[in-house]
């Protein structure tokens, strides 16, 4: 399973009730697109996102590119209880890419993980528990160490 924090939105909002319309930013929508091709060689079956625009305007370029619809779900929303985000988590089969928040991957795997916007966590199934297994840095963040590594 792959867990998405959605890409770019610019800075918060002034209060918690506005900032849920906040739209993804132009460098967000550019890895949105790129997303595409980062996840190209990653079997995706069903996309499930956060209903907040941010995060579903995350996903549509590659939902587009893989004919799947988006499904959007309460229980990936920045403010959810645990129970129900693990709940939905594991009724999903092991081929769905999950776009969410920073707040939901640091409840899920720890305030400590790294979780960049449009970055992504590759999720195994230890038994009943997910757990994380690989980190994918955000395409922007690939493409500048490619760049530094060529340039020296």
Same mark, same amino acid.
């Given at each position: 399973?792959?867990?998405?924090?959605?890409? *770019?939105?610019?800075? =918060?909002?002034?209060?918690? /009730?506005?900032? =849920?319309?906040?739209?993804?930013? $132009?460098?967000?929508?550019?890895? *949105?697109?790129?997303?595409?091709? @980062?996840?190209?060689? =990653?079997?995706?079956?069903?996309?499930?996102?956060?209903?907040? +625009?941010?995060?579903? /305007?995350?996903?549509?370029?590659?939902?587009? *590119?893989?004919?799947?619809?988006? $499904?959007?779900?309460?229980?990936?929303?920045?403010?959810?209880?645990?129970?129900?985000?693990?709940?939905?988590?594991?009724?999903?089969?092991?081929?769905?890419?999950?776009?969410?928040?920073?707040?939901?991957?640091?409840?899920?795997?720890?305030?400590?993980? @790294?979780? /960049?916007?449009? #970055? +992504?966590?590759?999720? $195994?199934?230890?038994? *009943? $528990?997910?757990?994380?297994?690989?980190?994918?840095?955000?395409?922007?963040?690939? +493409?500048?160490?490619?760049?530094? +590594?060529?340039? #020296?």
């Amino acid at each position: 399973m792959l867990l998405l924090r959605h890409t *770019s939105a610019g800075e =918060r909002l002034s209060s918690r /009730e506005i900032d =849920r319309f906040r739209r993804l930013d $132009e460098a967000g929508r550019i890895v *949105s697109r790129q997303l595409v091709w @980062t996840f190209a060689d =990653r079997e995706i079956t069903r996309i499930v996102s956060s209903p907040l +625009a941010r995060c579903l /305007e995350s996903v549509v370029p590659l939902a587009e *590119s893989r004919h799947v619809v988006v $499904e959007s779900r309460w229980e990936l929303a920045p403010d959810v209880p645990l129970d129900d985000l693990v709940t939905l988590l594991d009724d999903l089969p092991d081929t769905a890419l999950v776009c969410t928040h920073r707040e939901v991957i640091e409840k899920l795997l720890g305030w400590d993980v @790294t979780c /960049e916007k449009g #970055g +992504a966590w590759v999720l $195994e199934r230890n038994g *009943s $528990e997910l757990v994380p297994a690989l980190y994918l840095a955000p395409p922007a963040a690939v +493409a500048a160490e490619r760049y530094t +590594a060529r340039t #020296g």
